[in-house]
Nanobody, 115 residues
Framework: QVQLVESGGGLVQAGGSLRLSCAASGTAFSITPMGWYRQAPGNQRELVARIFGSGHIEYADFAKGRFTISRGNAKNTVFLQMNSLKPEDTAVYYC?????????WGEGTLVTVSS
């Protein structure tokens, strides 16, 4: 069973930075794409960024220029570097991965940006 575990959330002031990490376990095969979604209270879960095995990357418009997604050297790890954070970035951030048409989600990590 694939499991995704996130880390790196927390409280930061507006303009600050955070780096989220996600590591998958339970599989010896590549998970692609891997990425990040977020959900703020009262809102639907939305894509932040995702990266494919080919190296192709997709960003939400709000993430372009501020967030950077990357894969780690270890298999099935992904990072999200978030800079210039805004209060509206406050949300639970979820790691997501797809393998053989099955979707896997982490439990989420809370990011709170204070003004």
């Amino acid at each position: 069973q694939v499991q995704l575990v996130e880390s790196g959330g927390g409280l930061v002031q507006a303009g600050g930075s955070l780096r989220l990490s996600c590591a998958a376990s339970g599989t010896a095969f590549s998970i692609t794409p891997m990425g990040w979604y977020r959900q703020a209270p009262g809102n639907q879960r939305e894509l932040v960024a995702r990266i494919f095995g080919s190296g192709h990357i997709e960003y939400a418009d709000f993430a372009k220029g501020r967030f950077t997604i990357s894969r780690g050297n270890a298999k099935n790890t992904v990072f999200l570097q978030m800079n210039s954070l805004k209060p509206e970035d406050t949300a639970v951030y979820y790691c997501h991965g797809r393998q053989w048409n099955m979707d896997y989600w982490g439990e989420g990590t809370l990011v709170t940006v204070s003004s």
